[in-house]
């Protein structure tokens, strides 16, 4: 593949490749240090939109691609096609199993993708029932069901826990013994060994080529870093200013005895938990144990949490509160919630949402509200993306975005469910130091959940961790506990 005087402009983001040669026994890694232009350049690379000049030839004929748009866009159809309303159960989407078929892949070839995804398990599962990290190895079985010859990964390793980080690792191993890969990412330590060379991405274009020895040797992350824990300050004092006073019952959450089971088999039984005032807790376990679900019973956003003793913020569930009583108190970052978030308003209606806790804008906010959203927009750098529609916005921005609609109106509880994904190297970096600061001067309390053990905050010292059990069916032990 070959790209020559490459320049594309969007509403929110442009991009510049001046030259660019990705030959075919070599392995990309591709880096952001301060980029939003990383899912234009995988659109790029795959075909997927052509570019406005300049041109990219000599490209092989299959090109596969697991990135957060293609998710989003198999989501868009499987809410297209929900048949809920019509039906006598829920419908969860189509199969696990029937979308892998559905992507090319032959019924004799369908076991051995299912094998090297790890999804034999979830195969008759339906689409909206998958958790984030379920959902990614889905959509690479996806990408390998089209016999790529070149396998373009955005982010392959966001929301795997760490079992299933070593198992994409051997299998990307193995894949680049047979095609070329581009790995795209913002996390200077998920880069493979096989890589052989690196491209290096500023704000808006191709900056710098090397060979993998001479990446490992580059001084630009320290730089970097040190440039975020600036950002992240400002990100502190800017809440710190707006602060409220505490109001709250204690304790903030109380569940008793709570069980979520299924027809098919129980997520988890016998919770006991209680977060105190000033705690700050992290949910730690493998894809699929029920983590959001967890945090889900405390939203209210999971139907199972009025069959249960739970009290948040000193309102029973199922004693008369409406969820918004509830959730207006809360300030919420996951990717159901950024999936969720589909209507194109406005950047500054997305920050002024959350005063609200509504997706989208339905309230005129006040002139004081206003102002503090454009305090949040310069903060993001993005002051001049004020009106750009959200849905316009690469992945990382819109998750900027999320992050700020969370914290701008001082929530009692901050829920935070892989809140990194779709960020760039210094974006992450600035949230990472943030919520440290948050959490460590107690301006909200945290419950967050990371799978990357080097995204510990070191603020927290609650835990509840998941842990498998013998019998499958029995679902997992909660321990909760304080190091």
């Keep these: ?12 983001v442009s991009l510049q490749i001046d030259e660019w040669h990705l030959l075919p026994h070599q392995h990309w890694g591709v880096f952001s240090t301060h980029s939003h232009g990383s899912s234009l350049l995988v659109q790029l690379l795959s075909g997927n939109l052509a570019p406005q000049a300049g041109v990219i030839c000599e490209s092989p004929e299959r090109i596969g691609c697991v990135s957060l748009q293609e998710q989003q866009k198999l989501l868009d159809i499987e809410l297209a096609k929900e048949d809920t309303d019509f039906m006598d159960h829920i419908d ?16 004799d070839e369908l076991e051995v993708l299912l094998d090297k995804t790890d999804l034999q398990a979830l195969r008759l599962r339906g689409f ?31 929301g795997l826990d760490i079992k299933h980080r070593q198992h994409l690792s051997e299998l990307l191993n193995e894949l680049a013994q047979k095609i070329r890969l581009v790995i795209v990412t913002s996390r200077e ?41 600036a950002r992240s300050e400002a990100l502190v004092e800017l809440m ?10 204690n304790p903030r959450v109380e569940m008793k005895d709570v069980s979520v089971e299924y027809v098919d088999a129980n997520i988890f039984t016998g919770v006991n ?101 454009k ?32 914290l701008i109106k001082q929530p009692a509880l901050l829920i935070l469910d892989e809140p990194y994904q779709g960020l760039d190297f210094i974006n992450r970096k600035l949230v990472y130091h943030a919520l440290n600061r948050i959490a460590s001067t107690h301006l909200t309390q945290l419950l967050y959940v990371t799978h990357y053990e080097e995204d510990a905050l070191e603020a927290i010292d609650h835990f509840v961790d998941f842990v498998a059990q013998d019998d499958p069916t029995a679902g997992y032990q909660v321990n909760i506990y304080q190091a």
Excluded at 206 to 219: A, I, K, V, Y
Excluded at 240 to 249: F, G, V
């Design 1 to 12: 593949m070959k790209i020559q005087q490459l320049t594309h402009t969007t509403s929110s």
């Design 92 to 107: 969860y989407g189509t199969t696990v199993e029937a979308l892998i078929v559905e992507a090319g892949c032959d019924r």
């Design 128 to 158: 909206r029932q998958l958790s984030t990290g379920e959902t990614r190895r889905l959509m690479l079985a996806r990408a390998l069901a089209t016999k790529p010859e070149m396998l373009i990964l955005d982010e392959p390793y966001t």
């Design 189 to 229: 330590d998920e880069l493979p060994e096989f890589i052989t060379h690196i491209a290096l991405f500023d704000e808006s274009s191709l900056s710098q080529t090397m060979t993998r020895d001479e990446w490992l040797n580059h001084p630009l992350l320290e730089q970097m870093k040190a440039l975020s824990e």
């Design 240 to 249: 710190a200013a707006e602060q409220k006073t505490d109001q709250y019952p």
């Design 273 to 373: 938990w209680s977060i105190e005032a000033g705690q700050h807790w992290q949910v730690r376990g493998p894809n699929g144990c029920g983590k959001s679900t967890l945090l889900g019973l405390i939203m209210g956003d999971h139907p199972q949490c009025y069959s249960n003793d739970i009290t948040v913020l000193g309102m029973k569930r199922g004693s008369g509160e409406t969820i918004w009583d509830v959730k207006k108190h809360i300030g919420v970052v996951s990717s159901a919630l950024h999936l969720q978030y589909r209507v194109d308003c406005s950047a500054l209606d997305v920050l002024c949402s959350g005063f609200y806790d509504s997706i989208g804008l339905y309230q005129q906010p006040s002139a004081k509200e206003v102002k503090l959203a």
């Design 375 to 406: 305090q949040w927009l310069a903060l993001l750098e993005m002051s001049e993306l004020e009106r750009a529609g959200f849905r316009s916005l690469d992945y990382g921005r819109q998750r900027l975005l999320l992050i700020g609609r969370a």
